[in-house]
């Protein structure tokens, strides 16, 4: 008699003990992605501490984050290419933007250029675009009608060039040699994220390991806040390649823009021209003057 009262109890607890482990696993599964994206975030954040560990250990984790931003299903987005193709641009898209209006600031002549080129052309799709001028270590932020906000300057990647070193990302820090930290070329779309302190950054390239975010004190002997406020921009090349941008103008300026318009980020080479690098285009007065 004994022996079959344990019986059914043990019996009866077996579905208590399932439940909890579903329940457990339940969580697990919903937990994923906030573990995949803090994974994620320092993999590019954390540059200046180690990329090894700002990078998703798995491949299936880096495909969830890669996933995750677009946050629309195969379905969604086959009605969206539907609907796009459905609607015309309107009379407005298809004139030209206006010269780029830099406030009276003197911009060296290749960010002149290329922020010309970007809003005359519609090129930044109606959001807001950040030109990094790695020549003259400096950022300038536009709102989406082309009008300059602000500028600064910025710390890049010590080494010169502008391409990325296949890879890169995945590499610990250790592993990084010092013609491979540079902070690419090219034409990027702003991306919000977090690292793994959960300080709010903006990625350029996602891949490369390459964010923007404020100035940070790594090592002593770098003197970044130093080089950030000397004139020259030759000791402004210091950083693995991430964008190192001044906390006041990142909190005011850059942050804000990014999160409310939305922006391209356009990375000027330094090895080519931009018309080598965007295929831009010199914007003629009068033309814009006459539309």
């Known amino acids: 008699m004994r022996n079959a009262l344990l019986l059914g109890a043990a019996l009866l607890m077996v579905p208590t003990f399932a439940s909890a482990q579903e329940e457990e696993a339940s969580d ?34 880096a495909s969830a984050a890669k ?65 990094i001028d790695k020549k003259q270590a400096r950022m300038y932020v536009f709102d989406p009608q082309g009008k300059l906000k602000s500028q600064t300057p910025i710390l890049l990647g010590k080494a010169v060039g502008d391409h990325t070193v296949p890879g890169i990302g995945n590499k610990p820090f250790a592993q990084i040699k010092e013609d491979e930290k540079t902070t690419p070329a090219g034409r990027f779309l702003a991306q919000p994220g977090r690292n793994t302190k959960g300080e709010d950054i903006i990625w350029i390239d996602y891949n490369a390991a390459v964010s923007m975010h404020r100035l940070r004190k790594v090592k002593e002997e770098e003197k970044r806040a130093d080089r950030m406020a000397t004139p020259e921009a030759d000791d402004n090349r210091i950083s693995y390649g991430c ?25 000027l080479p330094e090895t080519k021209t931009p018309q080598q690098q965007f295929g831009s285009f010199d914007v003629p007065p009068e033309k814009v003057a006459l539309k």
């Open 243 to 267: 964008v190192n941008v001044p906390a006041p103008f990142y909190n005011s300026v850059l942050r804000p823009t990014v999160s409310k318009q939305g922006a391209f980020v356009y990375v």
């Open 67 to 131: 996933a995750r931003p677009a946050g629309k299903s195969a379905a969604a987005k086959g009605h969206d290419k539907k609907t796009s193709a459905k609607k015309k641009a309107s009379p407005e898209d298809l004139k030209p933007g206006p010269l780029a209006n830099f406030n009276g600031v003197d911009a060296p002549a290749d960010v002149v250029h290329v922020a010309n080129w970007v809003s005359y052309t519609r090129n930044a799709k109606k959001k807001a675009f950040v030109l």
């Open 28 to 61: 697990a599964a919903a937990d994923a992605p906030a573990m995949v994206k803090t994974a994620e975030a320092p993999k590019k954040a954390s540059k200046p501490a180690t990329k090894a560990s700002t990078k998703p250990k798995a491949k299936a984790e």
